[in-house]
């Protein structure tokens, strides 16, 4: 990768900004400005705004560091100049990172990034408000006072110009209702909003296309798929939908911290009849694998929590400790989740009814391996 | 109304213009950028219409006739891209017959569209730096953007450019580049050529100017001009005015065999003027490859 030939003074602007933004930042095609093509100095950004990325190229000269470095926007943002328009605080405060440009100080960058991106959140809002949509100008007028809600407009070659939100939604942090927590960013889910643009007062408004995405790592709690989204009626606003979705996400929120605590219970269940587990997952309790005997056959069970249980039956494969393939890999048995259960049965029941099945099952299992191998 | 009009519709460089800045760009060890010098040409009218509109508004055309490139890259104005009205190198004397049209920026492996600044600086130019005229196509309104690339171990050498000019708007709005070449095609063009031969500018004072230098200065001077002179002198010597003369009159009998030997003699001397050409440029090569090594220390790449 070119990254390795970045000149230190850039090379730690860059590191610096990449670990400590709150933002996931990526870097693309780093590359070199150089007649030689010896020092890389010039790179594109993927800085995330409004559920999407927007592309920036960031343009540093290796052989005159201390020139403060420039920024090639999108195509579609012809009409972005931060450094020209009207003075506001973010624009004076952009100017001020820009002037004084210190490259022997590494968190320059992340300033300018932010500072860019604040200009840029702005500028896309202008862009919205100017639109000629009663609709969309009411949306503005109630809602844009939530914190950290974005907006942007999505044009295409071929679609008609649509309005994008991003909202973000409950405002407590995810982050602090998981113990242990190891997520480094800060967890959100965000309701999508896209409005198409009317532009004529006779037609009814379209509904918008909603959509909830969550950040990545969520899915270990909480998968958004498993929400169903409430209807959004004739004439409604964003300020009436909001409430009542933010009111079901949380229950369904709590609903999933509490299932932590019902799938640490069942492996702390297992341990009675298995031994103690061989491992777990700690934090989210998503998996755990337990070492069994019958008889002389030896084999590992693991068992996969889905975040709905213990409406949801963890899945079970089997693994043997003494049947390989012929490349030398342990044999397993396909997912099991056809076993009996029931979410009502208390915890040690649960896990004495899945010892008790398995007692049946490991014996098919055996047969099947040794069946395996000697084909 | 006619303020918000661009100042000009089309831009024309001429070929050996063009291939200069090129040049200038792909030979700069980074990122490159300078003025642009040339003048406004009107267009001819449109064809008339039967239209009873307002008639249209005459049209300009710019023509780039030479460049000045900065010694470093963002000299003359600001990380804001604001322009440095005292720099000296703003107010280099330009070409005469040409003023101030724009200027341009080249940059390896970047998308061809302007960045933040260059787009600041373009304004910043066009609205502070007011020539002798009040009229806007008097206003260095033009933005050439170059991009190159090389791949395949060089082999393989990529330009690209596009022209903008600066609105009183604010915005930089695209404008097609025709390049003048000979041909038929521009027959017009080379009708209203004037040639031009100007001395490159040098921005340092003469010594000889120097009044604090005292005797010993002037003395150096006088020194330095007798060895130019001398140096002058060697390369036309055997071509004297005496011996021109008599290619006329009365000895112009042997006229065949005099301008053989002084051909033959001339071949000689321009060998050797090559052959200093070439070890000058030779130095001129090595001193630039100090120069780098020199700028990779100030940047801490070594």
Redesign the interface.
């Known amino acids: 990768m070119a990254a390795d030939t970045l000149p230190p003074l850039i090379a730690a602007q860059l590191n610096h900004l990449i670990s400590n933004s709150p933002h996931s930042i990526k870097v693309d095609q780093v590359r070199s400005g150089c007649k030689n093509g010896l020092y890389s100095d010039r790179f594109t950004l993927l800085i995330p705004f409004c559920l999407d990325f927007i592309k920036w190229d960031f343009i540093f000269n290796a052989l005159y560091p201390s020139v403060a470095p420039d920024v090639v926007f999108s195509p579609d943002d012809d009409d972005f100049c931060p450094l020209a328009g009207e003075e506001d605080d973010v624009s004076v405060a952009l100017k001020n990172s820009l002037v004084d440009w210190n490259s022997k100080d590494s968190t320059r960058l992340l300033e300018l990034v932010h500072k860019l991106r604040d200009a840029y959140v702005n500028y896309q809002r202008k862009r919205v408000g100017e639109l000629d949509d009663a609709r969309l100008k009411f949306e503005i007028s109630t809602v844009f006072s939530r914190e950290g809600i974005e907006v942007c407009m999505v044009s295409g070659a071929d679609k008609p110009e649509e309005v994008k939100f991003s909202v973000p939604l409950l405002d407590t942090s995810l982050n602090k209702l998981v113990i242990g927590c190891p997520w480094k960013n800060e967890q959100k889910i965000y309701l999508q909003v896209i409005f198409p643009i009317i532009r004529s007062y006779s037609s009814t408004p379209a509904a918008p296309r909603l959509k909830l995405v969550s950040t990545s790592e969520l899915k270990s709690l909480f998968s958004i798929e498993d929400v169903k989204l409430p209807p959004w009626l004739d004439g409604m606003c964003m300020a009436e939908y909001l409430p009542a979705l933010e009111d079901n996400l949380k229950m369904q929120v709590v609903e999933a911290v509490a299932s932590i605590g019902a799938r640490r219970r069942f492996i702390e269940a297992l341990a009675p009849l298995f031994g103690r587990p061989l491992e777990a997952d700690p934090v989210f309790c998503r998996k755990a694998t337990v070492v069994a005997v019958s008889g002389t056959f030896n084999f590992l069970v693991s068992f996969s929590f889905s975040t709905q249980f213990p409406k949801q039956q963890p899945t079970l494969a089997l693994q043997s400790c003494q049947h390989f393939t012929s490349q030398g890999v342990p044999l397993m048995s396909s997912p099991i989740n056809d076993y009996p259960w029931s979410p009502r049965w208390d915890t040690p029941q649960m896990a004495e009814r899945i010892f008790e099945f398995l007692v049946d099952e490991c014996l098919n299992f055996k047969k099947h391996c040794q069946d395996t191998q000697q084909v | 109304m006619a303020d918000d009009l661009p100042p000009f519709d089309k831009i024309s460089i001429p070929g050996p213009v063009l291939a200069a800045i090129l040049h200038r760009c792909?030979?700069?060890?980074?990122?490159s950028d300078g003025l642009l010098f040339g003048r406004a040409v009107p267009l001819p009218p449109r064809e008339p219409t039967d239209d009873l509109g307002p008639s249209p508004s005459p049209t300009l055309a710019a023509v780039v006739t030479s460049h000045l490139s900065s010694s470093?890259?963002?000299s003359f104005f600001?990380?804001?891209?604001r322009i440095d009205s005292n720099s000296s190198f703003l107010s280099s004397p330009p070409v005469p017959g040409s003023h101030l049209i724009g200027w341009f920026s080249a940059?390896?492996?970047?998308?061809l569209?302007?960045?933040?600044?260059?787009?600041?600086v373009s304004?910043s130019l066009f609205k502070s730096v007011i020539q002798d005229s009040a009229d806007f196509s008097a206003r260095p309104s033009v933005f050439l953007l170059l991009s190159s690339s090389?791949w395949g171990n060089q082999a393989v050498h990529t330009h690209d450019y596009r022209a903008f000019v600066a609105c009183p708007s604010?915005?930089l709005e695209p404008r097609s580049v025709s390049i003048v070449n000979v041909g038929p095609a521009f027959r017009g063009q080379y009708g209203a050529f004037t040639p031009e031969s100007p001395f490159p500018w040098i921005p340092m004072a003469p010594r000889w100017k120097d009044d604090d230098g005292g005797e010993r200065r002037s003395l150096n001077g006088l020194r330095q001009v007798a060895h130019e002179q001398r140096v002058l002198d060697a390369s036309a010597e055997g071509f004297g005015i005496e011996r021109l003369g008599s290619l006329v009159g009365d000895g112009a009998a042997e006229y065949t065999s005099e301008v053989e030997d002084l051909y033959k003699k001339m071949l000689v001397k321009l060998e050797g003027l090559a052959r200093k050409v070439e070890e000058s440029n030779v130095r001129v090569l090595e001193q630039e490859s100090r120069n780098?090594e020199l700028?990779?220390k100030l940047?801490?790449?070594d």
């Open positions: 792909s030979s700069s060890s980074g990122d470093s890259p963002a600001d990380p804001l891209g940059r390896r492996r970047s998308p569209r302007p960045s933040m600044r260059e787009r600041a304004l090389e604010g915005a780098i700028r990779k940047a801490g790449l």
